[in-house]
């Protein structure tokens, strides 16, 4: 109990990154949004230092999935709350999203009608459902990408923190509410294209979603999206919350005893994940081109809770990492070996959580408290031989 008050009342207060840890996260955000542009769109095609046209978009895209591990890292590493769901805000962000896209391609689809999108011209819809107007304005878009995953969180978090339903009995009811949307979204009267889901995309804010130049213009907005989402977490995690959050994940019976609303806390971190993952699906949409219900599969938001335990829960930089490292591997496994991936993501869960349960950081941290422990008692052995 002494130690929980005194964590909540009277820590010093912490920078946001240690001066190592800035000179990480620029050099990082440099590789990201200046040098890998520069190497793809002015060092010449067929230089060893150019950057192919397909890592571009393929970067971007592992950009918007560490924005997803980070929020995953936020509610699970820091609060405790395995939400298993995660994938669903990512996914409703992302339909909002392509719905501004699709709105964007008028009268240039298969069908030619100007108001109307083709999948909902080949289903006979004589005009546009409600829930489609405004969507054909960025800015609107844009607040809806925050605003539906956000609600959608503030219900289903005020329903269960306040009946103070934790563990495996509140990542049941995720995964329950991600399915029902799964099944919802597959139905092609929900107007959101069925199983096809939305694509063939056009333009974003006038530019083509297939050059080039927009790619690179998506991938630096991905990254400095990346960027702020860190930036945000860290700064949550360092705040006052951010130790009523430890707290909370360690003794929070001891914290509602304190006074603490625990319930509010708990509430107040669902949600800013939710609103982080669904920009990080609106990010991702123009850049894979494609949004269908299969993003709301419960096996996605399984595979996002892998990355951060992979990389390391409860260190921000970890849920980046694995992110990272997961994904390069799917990419290469789902190439070289399509049938081999599957078995790969079931042994990398059994390892990671019997052998590596801190992550890589955790490995790599140990590792250095080997290294100082061994220098230590090679100074204490030289200063005992010189006596």
């Known amino acids: 109990m002494t130690d929980t008050t005194a964590t909540l009342a009277g820590a010093p207060r ?9 000179i990480v996260f620029l050099a990082f955000g440099f590789a990201l949004v200046v040098l890998l542009p520069i190497l793809n769109r002015v060092v010449a095609t ?10 571009i978009p393929l970067i971007g895209k592992y950009c918007t999935y560490a924005m997803l591990a980070l929020a995953m890292d936020l509610i699970w590493g820091y609060a405790g709350i395995l939400s298993l769901g995660q994938g669903a805000f990512f996914a409703l962000g992302g339909y909002c999203m392509g ?10 689809g298969v069908y030619k009608n100007a108001v109307l999108p083709d999948f909902m011209v080949f289903l006979n819809w004589k005009e546009l459902p409600w829930y489609w107007h405004g969507f054909d304005m960025f800015w609107f878009a844009v607040i809806m990408v925050v605003l539906v995953p956000g609600l959608l969180a503030l219900i289903v978090g005020w329903l269960t923190f306040r009946s103070r339903v934790t563990g495996v009995y509140l990542s049941i009811i995720t995964q329950a509410m991600t399915f029902a949307l799964l ?17 063939d995309f056009k333009d974003i804010l006038g530019f083509p979603v297939q050059a080039q130049s927009t790619r690179v213009g998506l991938l630096i907005a991905s990254a400095v999206g990346l960027g702020a989402t860190f930036l945000i977490c860290r700064w949550i995690v360092n705040s006052k919350l951010g130790r ?12 509602r005893f304190l006074g603490y609303s625990v319930t509010g806390a708990k509430l107040f971190v669902f949600v800013v994940a939710a609103m982080l993952s669904g920009v990080a699906g609106a990010l991702y949409v123009p850049q894979v081109g494609i949004i269908n219900p299969g ?23 970890g849920a980046v990492i694995g992110a990272f490292l997961v994904n390069i591997a799917k990419t290469w496994l789902t190439g ?18 019997l052998l590596f349960p801190r992550g ?24 005992e031989a010189a006596t």
């Open 295 to 317: 993003e709301f599969s419960p096996a996605a938001s399984i595979e996002i809770a892998l990355w951060v335990a992979v990389g390391g829960r409860g260190t921000l930089a």
């Open 99 to 108: 719905m501004y896209l699709m709105r964007q391609i008028g009268d240039r």
């Open 183 to 199: 099944l919802a979204f597959f139905r092609n009267n929900m107007g959101f294209g069925g199983n096809n889901g939305l694509t």
């Open 46 to 55: 067929g230089s060893f230092a150019h950057v192919p046209d397909y890592l």
């Open 244 to 255: 009523v959050l430890l707290a909370v994940r360690d003794a929070e019976s001891r914290v």
């Open 14 to 22: 912490r920078s946001l990154l240690t001066p190592q840890g800035w």
């Open 336 to 353: 070289a070996a399509p049938e081999v991936w599957l078995f790969f993501l079931g042994l990398l869960f059994i390892v990671v959580t």
């Open 360 to 383: 890589v950081v955790g490995l790599v941290a140990d590792q250095r408290e080997r290294w100082r422990a061994r220098a230590a008692a090679r100074q204490a052995q030289a200063a």
